[in-house]
DNA sequence: CAGTACTTTAGAATCATTATAAATTACATC
DNA sequence: GATGTAATTTATAATGATTCTAAAGTACTG
């Protein structure tokens, strides 16, 4: 568990101002034992609820960008529809839980190590990333 | 090489009626031999180049919609910025070019099978879909 | 404590996508 | 072929998420 003196730090090492904003962010968001996966607009609604004096949206939007810029956020794509933010930075897969749409974090170990057979000429591999869609097995 | 009667057939066959519009969006879209990677933007563009007359985007966003769920084409999430469609709707997996922003195809039998190892009780695996990300090699 | 650069903010602007409702078209039936 | 009806296309408006703007507030240096 982190506390504020330690986000403080944090922010103030990657040259982030430790502005109460980015403290009730960063707490919200990194003082979890698990990775929590989000959106803008699920980060706005908790935000809403557990803070006292208001967040601007584009607060929120600005700060969680530079969280991404300094490499405390990743961003994901699994749906086109919605923009989701993942806390664990890590290379790392998912699935996506088709029925309750809920994204659940898959360790290395959880995965056999894959291997790609094809390769071009010129290029090198950067990351590979695995999705698995699970649903309700009835 | 699909003709213009095949196409007729196949709009017919799945409930769509085969108008003009429909008809030129499918020689773009499926008269070809590889894989055809696109979002609406691109498709419009090459619309606008290649069609005597105008289609309406609205038409566009319709029509490759209809497309999709008549399971003609599949939506990819590969980019949080874009929302790209692919013509090959099979189960397969994609190489993206970081240095160039392509997308190319990997066959099945160019990434070895994967083994999950996780398994959440209640649930099944509905599709398994790997991103490689590549890079120039210098 | 004063100055400056960084942040926050509300609201406006933008952009992709979807909705609307009128005009057009495909097609079944005569 | 002509006619009626439902599907389709279209221009335009509406929406919704995100980004921009520029003014007010704040952190931090000296």
Redo the contacts with the bound molecule.
Sequence with gaps: MNNNRDFIEKL?SS????????LEICKLLFDRKKTFHF???DLSKILKKETI???????I???V?SFKKKGYLKEISIDTEK?YFDTNTSNHHHFLDISTNELIDLKEDDVDNIKIKKNLPGKKIRSIEVLVKIENNN
């Excluded at 004096?53 to 607060?59: D, E, F, N, P």
Aim: glycine share 4%.
């Design positions: 103030r040259g982030l101002r430790p502005t109460k904003q980015r959106t803008i607009s004096k208001k967040i601007s949206l584009a607060t939007y600005n700060t960008h923009t």
